[in-house]
Every structure is written in C-alpha cells, then in structure tokens.
T-cell receptor, first 119, second 117 residues
C-alpha cells in the first residue's frame, strides 16, 4: 500500500497566486513527521517545512504553510505568492518514529508534483 | 555552517563494475542516510548510518553496502552494477538521538548521478 500519495502529477499557477499541493499519507504509527521538499532541475532536495504528528498548530515557514488534517491523513503544502523560482518538483515525505519496531529516520517519499509558475 | 557535500557529481560505469560514492555530512550532524532516485520517481531509502553502524535498511540487495567514518562522513558502495542501478544517489544528514523531532530533519546533498552502460 502506498504510504504517501501525491495525486497531482503536475500543477500550474500564475505568478503571485497561491497554490496548494496535495499529500495524503497512511500509517499506524502514533508518532510520525511529515516533510515537504523542493527539488529543482539541478537535483538537490531542499527542505521546506516540517509537521509533527502531535503538533497542534499548522506549520509555517515564510511563504510555505502546511495544512495538516490528521483525521483525514492529509498534509497539503500551500505556497503563497508564487514566484518563478518556485517552479520545481515537490515531494511530500513521512518519517515514522517506530517503523517496523525499530526507531530510525527512514523517509518515505511520494511520487512528486511538478509545479510550473507562469509569469 | 557547511552543508552536505557529495562526490563525484557524475559517474559512468559499465555493468558488472563496482562504484563508491562519498558524502560529507553537515557540520554537527551524526547520521547519514542514502537514497536512490530513479528518473521521474521519488527517492527510495537504501540505508542509514548512525555511530558508524547501519541503523536501518530499505529493500535493497546486499551488493549495496556502506560505511560511516568517525567524522560522520559516509560511503555508499555498489558491487556488480546493473543497468537498473542508473539513478541519482542522494545522501542526507541529520542529528539523531536528541530530544525533539525537529532535529531529525534530513538535509540533502546535491546528489551523484550514476549511469550504468
């Protein structure tokens, strides 16, 4: 079963508009973390934002915010005021604290969403 | 603060050969994880090293092996290369074992692109 699902292969947004990238996850671990990374064409994964499973508030980092709906198991990324430099692949990832009974920091990634920002 | 570095940036090998990829972790980090990213896919976890020992492993065969050194840098070794090993190999470092989940955030290097002919 897919642990991280990103249903939007590609998204388009006009410069200065907001865009939401969808992510749903599946876990039975009571403690987990959710991450979003940006991957430009150069290949480097850039950390954007983190949400812990016990965090009461939605995470925000500058223009990035994470819409965390625990009961729905969704962790959507919202980018406000899109810029041309936001064009990239975006990955949602999850770290389960006690995956398989062993605590280690394996990240499970989704398939990604390609975001294109139009001028 | 020095970020994660990887070498080489690109590598071309032939089937059956062996390859070693290197990673220097971000200063202050004690854990290194390796991921394989095939074209158009999300990264897949290979393994993680903490305190110079393998701390977790994904679904990869034993011909994928690694090392972590006392300075927390790491190597990924792949023996008997296959065509399907062609991918971007990403190294990520993090600080593991301290209080607070936030410190376990993994920071990635620029990757090594391996082509197997």
């Amino acid at each position: 079963a897919q642990k991280i699902t990103q249903t939007q292969p590609g998204m388009f947004v006009q410069e200065k508009e907001a865009v939401t990238l969808d992510c749903t996850y599946d876990t039975s671990d009571p403690s987990y973390g959710l991450f979003w990374y940006k991957q430009p064409s150069s290949g480097e994964m850039i950390f954007l934002i983190y949400q812990g499973s016990y965090d009461q508030q939605n995470a925000t980092e500058g223009r990035y915010s994470l819409n965390f709906q625990k009961a729905r198991k969704s962790a959507n990324l919202v980018i406000s005021a899109s810029q041309l430099g936001d064009s990239a692949m975006y990955f949602c990832a999850m770290r389960e604290l006690w995956a398989g009974g062993t605590s280690y920091g394996k990240l499970t990634f989704g398939q990604g969403t390609i975001l294109t920002v139009h001028p | 603060e020095t970020g994660v570095t990887q070498s080489p940036t690109h590598l071309i090998k032939t089937r059956g050969q062996q390859v070693t990829l290197r990673c220097s972790s971000q200063s202050g980090h004690n854990t290194v994880s390796w991921y394989q990213q095939a074209l158009g896919q999300g990264p897949q976890f290979i393994f993680q090293y903490y305190r110079e020992e393998e701390n977790g492993r994904g679904n990869f065969p034993p011909r994928f092996s690694g090392l972590q050194f006392p300075n927390y840098s790491s190597e990924l070794n792949v023996n008997a290369l296959e065509l399907d090993d062609s991918a971007l190999y990403l190294c990520a470092s993090s600080l593991f074992g301290t209080s607070g989940e936030r410190t376990d955030t993994q920071y990635f290097g620029p990757g090594t692109r391996l082509t197997v002919l």
